[in-house]
């Protein structure tokens, strides 16, 4: 999910929380469950809980989560013609703020559907453009 905004008003949520909290944690685990969940037995809430459940019980972590994770911030330059700030610089940010912008990881569902499929789950802010 790419945001070509900053963080506007959000300073003081944004800061404590970052990327991969705002969004990964919560949204794009959404989303990977949905995309890789099993047909439930039928649409109610109950039956798409339990195959969302299984999805998210087999998530395989990567075992170095330095080779497998990037986070970053967004800097200061140009989008759409205009100057735009960069994170620290942004009203009401700590210059010494080390809070992410952009965070991704990369994961495994341990399944038989998706052995060895990837899942990228990334986000950030003051992207080029937005898309989900």
Partial sequence: M???????????YYDGIGAARDVIQ?????????????EPAAF???????EKLKVLRAVRLPDDLG???VRGQYAGG????????GYLEE?????????????????????RRWAG???YLRTGKRLGRRVT
Avoid: C
């Fill in 67 to 69: 080779e497998h994770t």
């Fill in 2 to 12: 790419a945001e070509d905004i900053g963080i506007g008003g959000r300073a003081g």
């Fill in 91 to 111: 009203d009401g940010i700590d210059p010494a703020s080390t809070t992410d912008t952009y965070a991704a990881i990369k994961l495994g569902i341990d399944n």
């Fill in 44 to 50: 109610d809430a109950r039956s798409l809980l339990t």
């Fill in 78 to 85: 140009w989008q759409g013609g205009a100057q735009v700030p």
């Fill in 117 to 119: 499929v990837p899942f």
């Fill in 26 to 38: 919560n949204h794009l685990l959404q989303l990977m469950a949905l995309t890789a969940m099993e």
